[in-house]
């Protein structure tokens, strides 16, 4: 317990310093505050040092009880007394306050966590802090780069996601530009974001970690239509690959939507318009079965009675459905005996485009069936990640800069916050009290 005289630099909570005078004004409060350090000794000859003058000093820190704060640092300017010494007068410092800032270091950590955890934009922040943009990223970028550069955030990894994502959207200059976004499925921990979308990228980025980090790399789990599959042959050769489960289901759905814009083009002539009956029902089409209300599903099969007329739709809508089915298989032997009737059920529908679905996941027939040799290792966290990612390139307004865009990736999605621990409010006498 501190005593009255302690009061008022117990609610500062600044190291080292003690609250002088506090006025407040427009709201704001501004805080007098002084080091502890009365006295002070050259660094240069080490004779005992004289108090020469006193220089405020303004800096912006953590608000208090709601108010914005500036403390007025009335810093200490000191003589040497040495007359033959060269050092003659220094300003004091202090690790808390630093020369020349617009915040105090608290006040900087707290920045970064609220951009980083929080997921707060730059200039959110900056306003609630009444600073400038500047100030606040280099804050972030001083807080938040050693957290991420942190060895211990990427050890112990077991289960690797691989999925692309979006960096910058397509506009008159340039194609969408994408990056690779490599996951800790386990943890669900973003580990990276590296630009571009190839096998190359990923390699090079795997064969970056240490040996014995990837030969702890047990599964991993990938879309495999962008290279990825031969990038994790090579460079992980021990780690079993599986097909991601979101991207198959996925799959059996955009081959549903193309059968029915040929379906429908053959039969009209034109594009889906609102009242063709196959336009109308393109949603309903995406959605799992078991999803589908009793409403749902008396549009779905007027639909397809009036514009499906020789049922290709409707095969290719049996056939998305199952495969997706196939995922709540007990064992990988029943998935597999479900999966080869799913083939045969392609084979004979005569459908072109449920064919080619067939040829593409007969390609992958070893990843998609490591599916359930695996614990159901799926990219789903990684599906969430990108959401995530989204988020914070809504806060971020698109960005220009890629190490910018990656700290900020991290920050939200890749690392442990340790925040402090409040106490429960109820049940308790008062400490004051004590
Ligand atoms: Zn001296």
């Given at each position: 317990m501190q005593d009255n005289g302690n009061a008022a630099t117990v609610m500062l909570g600044l190291d080292g310093f003690v609250l002088l005078a506090v006025s407040g004004e427009d709201g704001e409060l501004e805080q007098a505050i002084e080091t502890m350090a009365a006295t002070d000794a050259c660094r240069s000859c080490g004779v005992p040092a004289r108090l020469h003058d006193r220089r405020p000093s303004w800096v912006r820190d953590l608000p208090s009880g709601g108010r914005p704060v500036i403390l007025v640092w009335v810093k200490r300017v000191w003589r040497c007394?040495?007359?033959?010494?060269?050092a003659s007068t220094w300003t004091e410092t202090s690790e808390v306050i630093r020369p020349r800032a617009c915040l105090t270091e608290r006040a900087r950590a707290e920045a970064c966590r609220r951009v980083g955890?929080?997921?707060?934009s730059v200039a959110q922040v900056a306003a609630a802090f009444g600073v400038g943009w500047g100030t606040v990223m280099s804050a972030v970028r001083h807080y938040g780069e050693p957290l991420v550069a942190d060895p211990a955030r990427t050890e112990g990894v077991a289960a690797l996601g691989v999925d692309e994502t979006a960096f910058l959207a397509a506009n008159a200059a340039h194609h969408t530009i994408f990056a690779t976004g490599v996951v800790d499925l386990w943890a669900r921990r973003l580990l990276d974001v590296v630009p571009g979308r190839s096998g190359e990228v990923l390699s090079q980025w795997i064969s970056a970690q240490d040996p014995d980090w990837r030969d702890g790399i047990a599964v991993a789990a990938l879309d495999p239509f962008r290279g990825y599959a031969s990038a994790l042959r090579t460079s992980l050769p021990q780690a079993i690959r599986v097909l991601d489960a979101f991207h198959v289901v996925r799959l059996g759905f955009a081959a549903v939507d193309d059968v029915r814009r040929r379906v429908q083009q053959e039969s009209t002539g034109h594009r889906g318009r609102r009242d063709d009956p196959l336009y109308a029902i393109r949603r309903v089409l995406?959605?799992?079965?078991?999803?589908?209300s009793e409403h749902a599903w008396t549009r779905l099969l007027a639909g397809l009675d009036a514009g499906d007329l020789d049922q290709q739709i409707g095969l290719t809508w049996i056939a998305a459905q199952d495969l997706r089915r196939i995922?709540?298989?007990?064992s990988r032997g029943e998935a597999e005996a479900r999966l080869y009737s799913w083939f045969v059920h392609c084979a004979d529908s005569g459908v072109p485009e449920l064919r080619r679905l067939a040829t593409t996941i007969d390609s992958w027939t070893s990843e998609f069936l490591a599916y359930f040799t695996t614990?159901?290792?799926?990219n789903g966290p990684t599906e969430a990640m990108n959401l995530l990612i989204k988020k914070i390139k809504r806060v971020g307004h698109g960005f220009r800069n890629f190490e910018n865009y990656r700290l900020r990736l991290l920050l939200h999605c890749g690392v442990d916050w340790q925040t402090h621990q409040t106490t429960p409010l109820p049940a308790r006498l008062p400490r004051l009290a004590a």
């Amino acid at each position: 317990m501190q005593d009255n005289g302690n009061a008022a630099t117990v609610m500062l909570g600044l190291d080292g310093f003690v609250l002088l005078a506090v006025s407040g004004e427009d709201g704001e409060l501004e805080q007098a505050i002084e080091t502890m350090a009365a006295t002070d000794a050259c660094r240069s000859c080490g004779v005992p040092a004289r108090l020469h003058d006193r220089r405020p000093s303004w800096v912006r820190d953590l608000p208090s009880g709601g108010r914005p704060v500036i403390l007025v640092w009335v810093k200490r300017v000191w003589r040497c007394m040495e007359a033959l010494c060269s050092a003659s007068t220094w300003t004091e410092t202090s690790e808390v306050i630093r020369p020349r800032a617009c915040l105090t270091e608290r006040a900087r950590a707290e920045a970064c966590r609220r951009v980083g955890q929080d997921g707060h934009s730059v200039a959110q922040v900056a306003a609630a802090f009444g600073v400038g943009w500047g100030t606040v990223m280099s804050a972030v970028r001083h807080y938040g780069e050693p957290l991420v550069a942190d060895p211990a955030r990427t050890e112990g990894v077991a289960a690797l996601g691989v999925d692309e994502t979006a960096f910058l959207a397509a506009n008159a200059a340039h194609h969408t530009i994408f990056a690779t976004g490599v996951v800790d499925l386990w943890a669900r921990r973003l580990l990276d974001v590296v630009p571009g979308r190839s096998g190359e990228v990923l390699s090079q980025w795997i064969s970056a970690q240490d040996p014995d980090w990837r030969d702890g790399i047990a599964v991993a789990a990938l879309d495999p239509f962008r290279g990825y599959a031969s990038a994790l042959r090579t460079s992980l050769p021990q780690a079993i690959r599986v097909l991601d489960a979101f991207h198959v289901v996925r799959l059996g759905f955009a081959a549903v939507d193309d059968v029915r814009r040929r379906v429908q083009q053959e039969s009209t002539g034109h594009r889906g318009r609102r009242d063709d009956p196959l336009y109308a029902i393109r949603r309903v089409l995406r959605r799992g079965a078991e999803h589908l209300s009793e409403h749902a599903w008396t549009r779905l099969l007027a639909g397809l009675d009036a514009g499906d007329l020789d049922q290709q739709i409707g095969l290719t809508w049996i056939a998305a459905q199952d495969l997706r089915r196939i995922y709540a298989s007990a064992s990988r032997g029943e998935a597999e005996a479900r999966l080869y009737s799913w083939f045969v059920h392609c084979a004979d529908s005569g459908v072109p485009e449920l064919r080619r679905l067939a040829t593409t996941i007969d390609s992958w027939t070893s990843e998609f069936l490591a599916y359930f040799t695996t614990g159901g290792l799926s990219n789903g966290p990684t599906e969430a990640m990108n959401l995530l990612i989204k988020k914070i390139k809504r806060v971020g307004h698109g960005f220009r800069n890629f190490e910018n865009y990656r700290l900020r990736l991290l920050l939200h999605c890749g690392v442990d916050w340790q925040t402090h621990q409040t106490t429960p409010l109820p049940a308790r006498l008062p400490r004051l009290a004590a």
